[in-house]
């Protein structure tokens, strides 16, 4: 059971080329979470997805886009990459529709933007 | 609104030594309360979670307690180890939005 998947585990972009993460889960979940992590801040949120087909704003959307492509997946789009982007950037799941349940996260991808 | 706040580190400690992280919380509901813990180049791992008022979570000796008068959920642990060293958030759900809010992290440090 791998859980929560996300690729790459490490990217180098130059400012404003554009790349897509990657993350998979399988454990049927029907939300899921993009974060980003940076030093002294914690977690912030990206964007969310409560169930396929939806997806919704979370502290920090601006400069990403993302896809729920079903169930299983769902990615983070930098269209424009800039340096204030450089993060680690965590994928998670949860079956958040009970209020009772964890988020699980995938493993993290660093992202340095030059 | 919904917010976690913990307290700041690093957190330095002998090997034996007893552990308190303190959190607080503001939220609007009746949230789910989590300890997560990120080791090194790891992405975060629940410790322990407690659903309801008054629920105490344990795991591997750590303990925390949803205390809804005080809006807190202290973690503890009676005897640190080093491989206990890591960071350590406390994060709450929100159930009518399926978000989570995670504290800003307490790095602890544990000495042979």
């Known amino acids: 059971n791998a859980g929560v998947t996300q690729t790459p585990k490490f990217q180098v972009l130059k400012t404003g080329q554009s790349m897509t993460l990657q993350c998979a889960q399988d454990?049927?979940?029907?939300?899921m979470y993009w974060y980003r992590q940076d030093p002294g801040m914690g977690l912030r949120l990206i964007y969310y997805?409560?169930?396929?087909?939806?997806?919704d704003k979370g502290e920090v959307p601006n400069g990403y886009n993302v896809s729920r492509l079903n169930k299983r997946e769902f990615s983070l789009r930098l269209e424009s990459a800039a340096p204030s982007q450089t993060s680690v950037y965590f994928c998670a799941s949860s079956d958040a529709g009970t209020g009772l349940s964890e988020a699980f996260f995938g493993q993290g991808t660093r992202l340095t933007v030059v | 609104g919904n917010s976690v706040t913990q307290m700041e580190g690093p957190v330095t400690l002998s090997e034996e030594a007893f552990l308190t992280i303190n959190c607080t919380y503001t939220?609007?509901?009746?949230?789910?309360l989590f300890w997560y813990v990120q080791y090194p180049g790891e992405g975060l791992q629940l410790l322990l979670k407690a659903t309801k008022a008054d629920d105490k979570g344990s795991n591997k000796g750590f303990e925390a307690t949803y205390r809804k008068e005080t809006t807190s959920f202290h973690l503890e642990k009676g005897s640190v180890q080093v491989s206990d060293s890591a960071v350590y958030f406390c994060?709450?759900?929100?159930?009518?939005?399926?978000?989570?809010?995670f504290g800003s992290g307490t790095k602890l440090n544990v000495k042979p």
């Open positions: 454990m049927n979940h029907n939300s």
């Open positions: 997805s409560a169930s396929e087909g939806t997806t």
């Open positions: 939220a609007t509901g009746y949230p789910s």
């Open positions: 994060a709450l759900s929100d159930w009518d939005f399926n978000k989570f809010y």
